[in-house]
């Protein structure tokens, strides 16, 4: 299985959820590897680990999803693999729910967004986004 561990995702796939008009609310699955200092595009100088980085934009995505009707359903460490096997394991999970595919997309062109993605940038080494839909089935 190959992995790329990304940022952001390819104009194909957000113009794919931009377009998505089905109003099924979604959950966000998002696997998250820091980098060990924080590095800023605009050449800050900073003490910051790339965890506490991405926790600024944290605090402030919480703020922006619950306003237009989201909701962060999880934040955690990744501690360890039970099933299968992995070269390396990512540092954090987070669970987003959205109201649709649609709103995700607009919440994440929001100049809101745009304005403390530089935290999110500076602190991640990569990231897997995985949406998800309910089956309908619990286990």
Sequence with gaps: MEI????????ERMSMLI????????VMLNLLR??????????????L???????????????????EGGKVLFYGDITGLIIGQIG???????????????????IAMLPEVQHIGIHRAAGL???????IVSSGMAI
């Design 4 to 11: 790329m561990n990304a940022l952001y995702p390819t104009p």
């Design 19 to 26: 377009g998505d008009s089905d109003p099924t609310a979604i």
């Design 34 to 47: 820091f980098r060990e200092l924080a590095e800023y595009s605009d050449g800050r100088s900073t003490t």
């Design 49 to 67: 680990s790339g965890r506490e980085a991405y926790n600024l934009y944290g605090e402030g995505m919480r703020e922006i999803v619950e306003g």
């Design 88 to 106: 390396e394991l990512w540092d954090a999970v987070a669970l987003v729910q959205y109201p649709s595919s649609a709103d995700f997309a607009r």
């Design 125 to 131: 080494k990569g990231q897997l986004l995985i949406r």
